[in-house]
């Protein structure tokens, strides 16, 4: 209790409540700031959690369209009489309705399987020995006996090394981790697995499939038990020879390595199932009901982000308080323009290009929406069916067999559709720019093909050629939102320096609250001194009146 109070409280001095007095005038005298900063935090915070909902926003945008560039629809099928014998699935930039064919399948394709020996568990060592795997055709099964021969297909051989503790496992992750991928197909030349057969455990080994891919196995043990090959002895037992597939189509005979056939018709691959004594038919035609629907999911999930967009950035000239909390925000701002000006951008680098959106049956309304028609895109498609495939797909691709991209740069290198000639000597140039020469191999280190590297079989010779680099739609659009969704992007910025602001306003608030306490005890001070007066002078009258009753 404040002296002012106690000489209230006894009746003594103004009779004034001057803490509630005191609270008042600080109040008065602070309220404009503390509000100011209530104001500016309320603000900041509102900013921060509105760009977090804004940066989700983009980043649901870009999986969505991951997910549709994921689907990779071409406008075209592919249709089998007979899935259990064949299917035949659109996959390349190539794909067309042309397709219309018997098919026969005499022999699938197979992968050369090797095991033994037996073992007692996959924890019983193998033994001290050099394994050496390499791959080609056996003339006849070495345990055939007599006349067998192995011709290499040139693939490089593996070779693993193990001591008297390696056991079966060891063998078998050894070989594992030492098998490559020499064609570069993406399945390793051999795969090796540990088998039980009831009674024991053995080493299993499998090549990629064909007649070609079969395997040597030569083993440095005294006793090579882990050999198949004409030398140490075939101790491994073949399971399953390496088979070529073959098959007839429209009285054509043909042979494969594998059962997935992609070099048949252009933009399909054949995947053979099983054999057959009859035909079944394989065809092409157009559908566009995953490419309607997909683009109506871009449409969709567009139209949802710019509503949210325009909501977080609206004014409403009636009623303030309804502007949405990035009114003005020149990012905000930026990245509706960027998205915007998509919606029109030029897609470069295709065959018959550029193409736009617009040619999809996509346009754009009044308000900024997006619509869709897909009749309009069913027409377009029968005149341009490369439209939809620089939607969905990257491109990239050349006008003569003879020439091939090497390498480019995905950043530095802009779409485009770029014309390649040499003299074979000393002039050569990729879209106009001047190529420098590096065996067969033509690379250009600046303009629009910057970091573009062309390949020219015997590229000694004058040879020309049209190159197609195009980005998809949907993979440029990823790239305006990766600019936005970064590490350290304007968007991370923006909110640290809001995070900066927050600092600012809790330093300024501690200011504020200390100049609150020097005020509060200074008037403290000042209506101390009052009250004490005031109480002498009452002091000093009571006294007189005393006085004068007495005289009385």
């Keep these: 209790m404040t002296k002012t109070e106690i000489l209230s409280n006894l009746g003594i001095g103004s009779g004034i409540n001057t803490t509630e007095l005191i609270k008042a005038l600080v109040d008065a005298d602070t309220a404009p700031q503390k509000e100011n900063l209530d104001n500016l935090e309320e603000k900041t915070k509102d900013k921060i959690s509105t760009f977090g909902i804004l940066k989700s926003n983009l980043l649901d945008f870009k999986n969505i369209l991951k ?75 070495p345990t055939a006996g007599g006349g067998q021969s192995f011709t290499s297909n040139g693939q490089s051989q593996i ?30 030349d051999v795969l090796a ?100 629907d997909l683009l109506t999911g871009y449409v969709d999930t567009y139209n949802q982000v710019m509503l949210n967009l325009t909501a977080m950035g609206a004014n409403d000239p009636v009623n303030p308080e309804n502007d949405g909390v990035l009114i003005g925000d020149s990012t905000l701002r930026e990245i509706r323009s960027e998205l915007r000006e998509m919606s029109s951008t030029a897609i470069k680098g295709y065959e018959g290009g550029p193409y736009y959106l617009s040619y999809l049956g996509v346009s754009t309304n009044r308000d900024g929406t997006l619509a869709f028609d897909k009749g309009q895109m069913e027409t377009q498609f029968k005149s341009k069916p490369e439209t939809v495939r620089a939607f969905f797909t990257n491109n990239y691709a050349t006008s003569n067999s003879n020439i091939t991209i090497a390498a480019f740069d995905f950043t530095n290198t802009k779409p485009g559709t770029y014309a390649f000639a040499t003299d074979g000597s000393s002039t050569h140039t990729i879209g106009g720019v001047s190529a420098t020469k590096s065996g067969d191999n033509y690379s250009v280190t600046s303009g629009d093909p910057q970091g573009l590297t062309i390949a020219v079989a015997n590229g000694s010779g004058v040879t020309s050629g049209t190159i197609y680099y195009g980005k998809s739609f949907i993979n440029q659009v990823v790239d305006k939102l990766d600019n936005y969704l970064s590490f350290n992007s304007i968007l991370d910025q923006r909110v640290d320096n809001l995070n ?53």
């Design 67 to 141: 997910d549709i560039e994921s689907q990779q629809e071409y406008g075209f099928v592919g249709n089998s009489s007979d899935t259990t014998v064949a299917t035949l699935t659109a996959s390349g930039s190539k794909a067309g309705s042309d397709i219309n064919s018997s098919l026969t399948v005499t022999t699938l394709a197979s992968r050369h399987t090797l095991t033994g020996p037996s073992l007692a568990s996959p924890s019983s060592t193998v033994g001290q020995r050099n394994i050496t795997i390499n791959f080609g055709t056996w003339s006849a099964d």
């Design 159 to 188: 070779s693993v090394s193990a001591t008297a503790s390696t056991t079966l496992t060891d063998l078998r992750d050894a070989i594992n981790n030492a098998a490559t991928d020499s064609d570069n197909d993406g399945t390793k």
């Design 193 to 292: 697995s540990i088998i039980y057969d009831g009674s024991n455990y053995m080493l299993m080994l499998k090549s990629e499939s064909g007649a070609s891919n079969e395997m040597k196995v030569t083993d440095s043990h005294a006793t090579p038990a882990y050999a198949y090959d004409t030398t140490d002895g075939a101790q491994l037992t073949q399971r399953v020879a390496g088979v070529n597939s073959a098959f007839t189509v429209d009285g054509i005979s043909m042979s494969r390595t594998s059962n997935s056939v992609d070099d048949l018709f252009d933009g399909f691959t054949l995947d053979l199932k099983k054999t057959t004594s009859s035909a079944v038919r394989i065809s092409s035609s157009v559908d566009l009901d995953g490419v309607s």
């Design 500 to 552: 900066d602001t927050l600092s600012t306003v809790a330093e300024k608030r501690s200011s504020l609250e200390a100049r609150i306490e020097s005020i509060t005890q200074r008037y403290a001070r000042q209506y101390s001194a009052m009250e004490s007066t005031i109480a002498s002078f009452q002091e000093t009258g009571n006294m007189l009146t005393a006085m004068l009753e007495k005289k009385d």
